[in-house]
């Protein structure tokens, strides 16, 4: 009404008017109609879903933006002290439908759009999610910033808006094929360029030393080139509360002067390929995610982001005039691992070369002003850098690395006078197998807190990986464990299983997880469990939509959803899992077993390989070339099915995990330093099966060990028998089954006769088994058949699944937030 002929959805054009309520269908429907006609140029009747989809994505941007600049507003008026986020990776997964929530949208943008005819799923499934990490590490960050947005904690995330993300899993077959993932290609509805704050970073060139006019010795960076760093913000909405942080990542372009003057005087074409050269940097993620491959492009990366956002934040946060000596009352940087530990030099700098502090000066102010967080146990995993390299491209930054390790190493000696054994131990500086920057040092050096992810880890950081260093700074080290954001992993992927808990205790726990204890009164109603399954039972039936629509798989209705989702590794046994599978098929194949004795069971995997890790590709096509015979073999009368959907992402793993049943966590003891993945499960319903690793060791204490499948070698077992030395060979002797699933596979049932197509996996296990798959294999198929046995009572099962949603509340991210806060970071929320 009153809007002039043209304004109705149903219009053939569908014109937007001018100026009408926001907040309203009519309102919602009149600025996505505006977004669609002035920002797409298309008329509703001629839009295509994704046209609809970018102008959806406008038209809740609009919606957060006021909140977003009041935020920095407040921010800056109460000179709040910031947590700065630095992660070289950021996995956020689809950015509508949490902006939807965060803002209370859905509803008034699912009438909106019914009302232009649109449905609104069809547009999510349009976005292609920002694929900016490799796993846990980059997701966790995405958890950490929304936990901060929700609770009103002043941060800014800081990292590398990479052209190409992870990349697109592709099978040919059943081998691995990497795809470039073009997640820019449609259109980036979320994001908000600001070349004009753009900030300059230099590489390369020398140093030189001079006398200042009171004496003093002076150092000048001189450098040999330079790239611009520019701005990407992308908004980080809290749940419901108003508050929108920034997350800012940096992309690389050339400068003016790099690209037509110093470098190629006169020459236009190679101007040209000197601008593609300098964006190389932020072109594209490096997918291994725990053999860092010491690539200077790597180097440049992490330089690159860190210097822009350490200018950014001494620039462009700070008012005008403020004393960098009081910079720890304003900014604390956490370490998201030591990909961004380059920024302790980098603040050391820019403190002593252009704020002319003197060396002590400025290590008070970066030693308060830095924290690090550890991901690892892996001694592989852990960054070295080599000093050729560093000279190379940070001359200056590796001379003050050598400053940072004299006066390091002086108070070594001093603390235990005459151990030289100990200070050669403890030198930032390795030899062999080059000179090197071991850059877990450096963070431990230079860091108020040093961090693991879960209490065992934090433990064996302590008493393994850095013994020496917690001999001598005991109070530096704690332990923050790691927690997943129940908004986007409860609310969101399982709307169902939500609204049951909701009908039974309110929705508090979606800031408050803690709450869901409140359930376990419930896990005897057998209401609430009917209605537990119902929801269960429903996710089953989106996932096998999902994946017949997505991969032409068919999933049976009635099994076991038996799903093992992460990245491939060797230490995360993909093998173990795969091996009780064949095992299961070569009993029924020798008449061991009969096919109605097996539990109608299906096996889902998904995992990307490194593409250079040789042993995980081929374990990749060990499981597709299994899981093609066992899914065609009548033998098995359909009670045994493997599925393996390509390209495991965070879209994904919202569907899967809401409908899993059995969750396998099954890491050797001591090398998974936290998983997350174990966490989401238990928080949706799927019971775990798991060793006593990482974050399972607390899942288990708190779900209880009834309704946990514990199996395998503890920690100090695993060490004891390392020590003893083991021998896999002894096991596939030993062990008749062990030595059947792998005659099995040798037989070349699953390869086309070929004997010799999987000799890699068969060999690595039997002689070297790096990661005692075999020692554990027993005690994991007997916990598969307790898993079995409370299968078949699934009043039982579900008790315990309802028993695992309830005690879960602790694996908020929320409540690893306000650890931090505490023990780390010493802020507050704003409220
Ligand atoms: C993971 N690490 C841990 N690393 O494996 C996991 N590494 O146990 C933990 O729960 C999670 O971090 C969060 O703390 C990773 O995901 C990487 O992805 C990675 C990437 C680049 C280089 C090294």
Redesign the pocket.
Known sequence: AGYGPAFSPTHPLALAPVGSPPHSVDGFVAAFLAELNTKQGVALSHSSTNAQYLALAGTVRQYLMARWLETSRKTHEAKAKTVGYLS??YLLGRQLGNALMASDLNEIAEKGLAQCGIDLTTLRNQEVEPGL????????AACFIDSLATMDVPCIGYGIRYEYGIFRQTFVDGRQVEQPDTWLALGSPWEFPHPDESVQVNFGGYTEKSVDADGREKTTWVPSWNVLGVPYNYMVPGYLNGRVNPLRLWSAQATKAFDLSIFNAGDYAEAVRAQTFAENISKVL?P?????QGKELRLQQQYFFVACSLRDFLDHELEEGFDLHDLPSRIIFQLN?T?PVIAVPELMRILMDERGFDWEEAWEVTHQCFAY?C??LLPE?L?VWSTDLLGRLLPRHLEIIYGINDRFLAEVREAFPGDELRAGRMSIITEYPERGVRMAYLATVAATKVNG??EL?SQLLRDKVLPDFSALWPERFTNVT?GVTPRRFLKMANPKLSDVICDAIGSGWVTDLERLKELETYALDDDFLAAFREAKDWNKRRLTTLLRNRDGIDLPDGHLLDVMVK?LHEYKRQTLKLLHVVSLYEQVLSGKLAPADLTPRTVVFGAKAAPGYRMAKDIIHLINRVARTVNADPCLEGRLKVAFPANYNVTLAEKLIPAADLSEQI?LAGM?????GNMKFALNGALTIGTDD??NVEIRRLVGDEHFFLFGMSEPEVAALGARGYDPGAYYQGNAAIRAAIDLINSGIFSDGDRGMFESVTMSLTHHDRFMALADFESYVAAQARVEERYADQESWTRSAVLNVARSGYFSSDRSMRDYLRRIWHTQPML
């Open positions: 070289a990776e990490g490799n796993g846990g590490l980059g997701r966790l490096y291994e995610d725990s053999t860092p691992d990909h967080t991901h690892t995993a960054e992810v879960a880890h790691n990245r890491s998974e330093a936290s998983g997350t990482g974050a």
